[in-house]
């Protein structure tokens, strides 16, 4: 395991600390917590929006907090959730007196401290509300779906509605509407490892792709013998076409790096993505290229594809 680390309890400390030095005047860490918070939190008569997470998915969280973005990020050690405390003290570090929506992605952990956090903070005369997201297609189940890359989408569009001034409900119901209509699914060609293991999470051979992988080192639903990139991008967007109707609708579309895809091979991904979908009569309205949740340095990518209407294509440009 080659990393540039120092001792691995350390990681999270010194990331957190490095993310500030390189942003002071847009973000700081709350005292000792793992909270990174709009400098200007909290913000008087602003809807609070916190997300967070464990570390290992750079720039998720931490990396969205600022302007039309998150208000705080709740950072857990790597691929662990962050504890109830941490997200108690980051919902109170950002509300502004209207109240304060949490973005949790769907893992039990996550679910479970976000959800005690969020009973806290209503104890002392917080008003908070929750969305889930579940948009990970490799999951049959809708209930059990894991929050994948499509959460920033949650992030971007509920960040710019509060911006704007709209209420906690209001908020609330967009980022809920937004969720209900994103879906990923992902395909990995190498592992990750977590530094406090210093193992991989699962092996491939040079010639093998797994299909369905989550962020945080799982294993996918099926493991193949390594296509190129046309026939990769057709599976995942014959997957992602069984739990959605694209015909004649506006879209958004993200190729999500997982850690270590050169953006060389992210672009090739999204050039066959993008004529599959306008064969399909999409129009395409927003497309982002890039690394925005990642499995530290797993190789590969996601697909995500958002199905827009008037509200949240104006809140996502």
């Known amino acids: 395991m080659k990393k540039l680390i120092n001792q691995t309890d350390d990681i999270l400390d010194e990331m957190l600390e490095g993310m500030v030095a390189a942003h ?7 005292a000792e917590t793992n909270v990174i918070v709009r400098s200007n939190a909290p913000i008087k008569g602003k809807v609070g929006l916190v997300s967070g997470g464990g570390s290992g998915h750079e720039p998720a969280h931490a990396g969205y907090v600022g302007h039309k973005l998150l208000d705080a990020a709740v950072c857990g050690e790597v691929f662990t959730s962050p504890t109830p405390d941490q997200v108690y003290e980051a919902i109170k570090a950002v509300d502004g007196g209207v109240g304060v929506l949490l973005i949790v992605k769907n893992y039990s952990g996550d679910v479970m401290n976000f959800d005690m956090a969020a009973d806290m903070a ?8 929750q969305v889930i997201i579940r948009d990970d297609v490799a999951i049959a189940n809708p209930e059990d779906r894991r929050g994948v890359a499509g959460t920033i989408f949650v992030h971007k ?18 980022a809920q509407k937004t969720a209900d209509n994103v879906f990923s699914m992902g395909v990995s060609l190498s592992p990750s490892i977590v530094p406090a293991s210093g193992k991989p999470g699962f092996e491939l051979k040079e010639d093998e792709m797994e299909i369905g992988t989550g962020i945080h080192g799982e294993q996918g639903i099926e493991r193949k013998t390594l296509k190129p990139a046309d026939e990769i991008a057709e599976e995942l967007v014959q997957n992602l076409l069984k739990h959605m109707d694209i015909k004649n609708s506006r879209i958004a579309l993200m190729i999500n790096g997982q850690g270590s895809t050169p953006l060389m091979e992210l672009y090739i991904m999204n050039r066959k993505v993008s004529e599959l979908l306008n064969e399909k009569q999409a129009e395409i309205k927003k497309t982002f ?3 925005y949740m990642t499995s530290i340095e797993m190789a590969g990518c996601s697909v995500s594809i958002l199905k827009l209407d008037d509200e949240l294509e104006y809140f996502l440009h």
């Open 122 to 129: 209503k104890d002392e005369g917080i008003k908070v509300e």
């Open 24 to 30: 002071p005047n847009e973000i700081k860490r709350l």
């Open 157 to 174: 569009i509920a960040g710019a509605a509060a911006e704007s001034g709209k209420s906690l409900k209001d908020i609330a119901e967009l």
């Open 289 to 291: 290229v890039g690394e």
